[in-house]
């Protein structure tokens, strides 16, 4: 089965200010992100990846850069594996959001739930697991692919290939800098490791 590298991007001022970031431009790696990112190339340097994918939004794609540089490889921006659309909520802090009457059905109902002029949890979760379904028909079946995202998504395609229910894919953790194995073939899929920082002694190195 081709092994998936769910890789959330490093840390950037939003998540370290607890604001929701959505799909705003221009929100970039801070100084511990970037710390984040080299780690992960570091780690990830002698594993037999074949391919790098990433959100085209730029804390993924500065995530994914010095990954691929690692490994001799072109990060391919993938619009399919965008953060979800938060609508009215982009930019938003959390301390405010807490507040909302929404908030407890984003959080404890998620299949009930639609942000204010942005996405179903169900809408986001059908398009990251066929972008994702895309990307394994390209490849092999023995081969390592990392795709750099978001955190909702990628909790979201680790329960569907699960079969976590939707509304509970909120327990899973992802923090920044962080990468989640989902073995993934024509029978069904293995969830490997969830939510894992450098070093990585579980993958697959190259033969020297």
Same mark, same amino acid.
């Given at each position: ?116 002029? #942005? ?9 990251? $697991? @066929?972008?994702?379904? /895309?990307? =394994?028909? *390209? ?33 899973? #953790? ?9 073995? $993934? @073939?024509?029978?069904? /899929?293995? =969830?490997? *490791? ?15």
């Amino acid at each position: 089965m081709p092994l998936l590298l769910l890789i959330r991007h490093g840390e950037n001022d939003y998540t370290k200010t607890h604001r929701l970031a959505g799909r705003l431009p221009k929100v970039h790696l801070n100084e511990h992100g970037q710390k984040q990112a080299q780690a992960l190339a570091e780690a990830l340097k002698g594993v037999p990846i074949k391919a790098v994918y990433s959100s085209p939004l730029e804390r993924a794609t500065e995530t994914a850069a010095p990954i691929a540089n690692a490994l001799g490889l072109t990060v391919q921006r993938e619009k399919g594996l965008l953060e979800t659309h938060v609508g009215d909520w982009q930019g938003k802090s959390l301390k405010r959001l807490y507040l909302h009457k929404h908030w407890k059905v984003v959080q404890r109902a998620p299949s009930r739930a639609q942000f204010p002029n #942005g996405e179903t949890f169900y809408e986001c979760q059908n398009r990251i $697991v @066929g972008t994702l379904d /895309a990307i =394994l028909s *390209k490849h092999k079946p023995k081969d390592v692919i990392a795709c750099v995202f978001h955190a909702d998504p990628i909790k979201l395609a680790v329960a569907y290939y699960i079969g976590l229910p939707l509304d509970n894919f909120q327990r899973l #953790g992802c923090d920044t800098g962080s990468l989640t194995a989902l073995a $993934v @073939g024509e029978m069904g /899929a293995q =969830l490997v *490791k969830m939510n894992q920082r450098p070093p990585f002694d579980f993958l697959p190195q190259r033969k020297k």
